[in-house]
């Protein structure tokens, strides 16, 4: 067990559906991600939250819309939601200014039909 | 060009094998260089970091070359258990986002 919880750990929706991600951390780190991952491709940054602020959005569309309300817990808010949005969606943590220390959480497995 | 770029694979290989991953990557002034092993379905965990002056874990030996963009992770005496996807991976700033290679898969069989 990773001190990065996802949930859930697998999620099926459909295309009309309102859905969260959710990821929380234990490890007293000030930064969070979210990445995703498809398959055959590089994990894909999605977006980056250092000390609750957003600082980056890596071109997301607006059907994802993270949520950070402090710096142990991310979501990941899901609205009219794609086929091609199926994926790995992993959550890390790492402590702010530091090139170590990384930790992903196990992912959630979402489908989209 | 891609940011960060892997061999391709599988590498299928029998236990007790010797085998070597590559991986080049396109921005110069990248700082801090990893490897990454990700079971299937499962998340990415690191199994090294990668030096310049090179560093060894085990069976594990991670080289990096500044001058060719280049960094390399030789996996020694193969057992099934190395059998995963493994992922080169680069920060380009000090706290700066991991930048991930497409993988390479390797299976090691009995």
């Known amino acids: 067990e990773t001190g990065v919880t996802q949930t859930p750990r697998h999620l099926v929706m459909g295309m009309t559906n309102k859905k969260s991600l959710k990821c929380e951390q234990h490890l007293g780190h000030n930064a969070m991600y979210w990445y995703k991952q498809s398959a055959k491709k590089p994990l894909e940054l999605m977006f980056v939250?250092?000390?609750?602020?957003?600082?980056e959005n890596n071109s997301v569309p607006s059907r994802f819309s993270p949520e950070c309300p402090n710096s142990s817990h991310l979501f990941l808010h899901l609205h009219t939601l794609q086929p091609e949005d199926s994926a790995l969606y992993l959550c890390a943590s790492s402590q702010h200014s530091s090139n170590y220390g990384y930790t992903f959480g196990s992912g959630t497995r979402l489908t989209v039909v | 060009r891609k940011e960060v770029e892997q061999d391709p694979g599988p590498f299928n290989v029998p236990e007790g094998a010797t085998v070597a991953f590559n991986c080049t990557y396109s921005n110069s002034a990248s700082q801090s260089f990893f490897w990454y092993r990700q079971d299937c379905r499962k998340e990415p965990k690191l199994l090294m970091s990668?030096?310049?002056s090179g560093n060894e874990d085990g069976r594990f030996t991670a080289q990096l070359n500044r001058a060719s963009q280049y960094i390399s992770l030789l996996i020694r005496d193969s057992k099934l258990s190395d059998s995963a996807t493994y992922l080169c991976?680069?920060?380009?700033?000090?706290?700066?986002?991991?930048?991930f290679g497409q993988g390479t898969e390797l299976s090691v069989k009995p």
């Open positions: 991976v680069v920060i380009y700033n000090q706290g700066g986002k991991l930048i």
């Open positions: 939250y250092n000390f609750k602020e957003q600082t």
């Open positions: 990668v030096y310049s």
